[in-house]
């Protein structure tokens, strides 16, 4: 609708990450979206941008997370790399 500025999608987490995968900025491969349930992505669309280049700006994690939350996160998921259950050939 024209004047629209904001709006809300809410769909499966491995959507999302195929979604930012393919139309994110800064780009980055589907893994590294993690997208846990009940979490998503705050994004922002420039006109000039996206007219250009298919993309969007990922401008942050919703609902906003803590740098201590973001960390613990990127820990345990080093954990289960590290212990060979982190489950990315399934």
Known sequence: KIGTTSAVAVTHGGVIMALLEAFGLPEAPMHEW??????????????????????????GRAPAESEEDILRQERDLWI??????DNWDD
């Open 80 to 85: 289960a790399i590290e212990k060979g259950e």
């Open 34 to 59: 993690l997208c846990p349930p009940g979490t998503g992505y705050t994004l922002r669309f420039d006109p000039s941008v996206w007219s250009r280049l298919a993309k969007c700006e990922v401008v």
